[in-house]
């Protein structure tokens, strides 16, 4: 049983308390022993400002009881209106321009992006060993925000990278602000292409082109933020792709879309439910300055599936 506190933990995103998260995080406090089963959310709208950014840092900074927070959606734009509030900050926020865990270490405040890790720990559960070095499949990374931003570094990272990996995005800014972040890592010349896609039935006919068996990835926040999905209706998916949506919750087009098309040609279909499991167990470990064992991810896992039903 934990001690409880009057401590608790943030969660900064758009709608919070529509998440799991907030029935499973009292029922992991047990299990790890956290001082504190409360958590809050901090709900801001996608375009919030540089100024409510910095306010809510300070917030988190200068309140005792705030342990620290996960970030989602706002992770990007919190690093460039607040960067400069952090005492410390990891190799992974700096590349990627992102930060997704706020945590504090005596009076310093500590921000790290722990995505890259939470996104090749999801694709090794799903995705077979030595998959793209095999087959020769591409990825396609629909959307260049935070999450597609750690995919593409995690894929990088990968002793059997994908012969190319496509990164999607609506404007060209993003895509700027992506090539940047793949210079810095030092990524192989040549293993990304970025384009900008004007319609769905643009990014469908990328889709579309990759070869079979390639990883098709929605990380532009659609169905879950906001409702939609970068792809038509139509879309056809490469023969045996892993279709993978980021969300696992929300009206998750895209999620129904590969998930009709999986029959006819034999897709691999994954929602963001892992996904989510690694992201909060990481970053629940970064905050409270725990090492998390195979035995209690897995505890963790089958409690959060308990309370989600």
Not at 97 to 114: F, M, V
Request: glycine residues 8%.
């Amino acid at each position: 049983m934990t001690s409880e506190t009057n401590d608790y933990m943030g969660f900064v995103g758009v709608s919070t308390g529509a998440s799991s998260i907030m029935r499973v995080f009292p029922r992991w406090a047990e299990i790890l022993g956290l001082p504190t089963r409360t958590l809050v959310g901090h709900d801001l709208p996608l375009d919030a400002t540089a100024a409510e950014y910095r306010a809510l840092v300070t917030q988190i900074r200068d309140d005792e009881r705030h342990r620290g927070a996960l970030v989602t959606t706002h992770k990007m734009n919190l690093y460039a209106a607040a960067a400069e509030l952090f005492d410390e900050l990891d190799p992974f926020a700096v590349s990627c321009s992102e930060i997704s865990s706020i945590a504090k270490r005596g009076s310093r405040l500590s921000g790290r992006a722990k995505d890259p890790i939470t996104a090749a720990l999801a694709l090794d559960e799903f995705l077979p060993p030595q998959h793209f070095a095999t087959t020769g499949a591409e990825a396609v990374i629909l959307g260049a925000g935070g999450a597609g931003t750690a995919l593409s570094w995690a894929l990088a990272e990968r002793d059997d990278a994908p012969a190319r990996v496509t990164i999607t995005a609506l404007d060209d800014a993003s895509l700027a602000q992506l090539r940047e972040v793949h210079l810095a890592q030092g990524a192989t010349d040549g293993l990304f292409d970025y384009v900008r896609t004007d319609s769905p039935a643009h990014a469908a006919r990328i889709v579309a082109a990759a070869a079979p068996g390639s990883l098709i990835v929605n990380a532009t926040g659609l169905g879950k933020d906001l409702p939609g999905s970068p792809l038509p209706d139509d879309v056809e998916f490469p023969a045996g792709a892993y279709a993978w949506e980021f969300n696992y919750r929300g009206s998750l087009e895209f999620l129904g879309q590969a998930r009709s098309a999986a029959p006819g040609l034999g897709l691999h279909v994954e929602d963001g439910w892992r996904y989510f499991i690694h992201g909060w167990s990481q970053v629940i470990a970064d905050v409270f300055e725990l090492e998390l064992t195979a035995d209690t991810l897995e505890e963790l896992a089958a409690a959060a599936e308990f309370a989600r039903q």
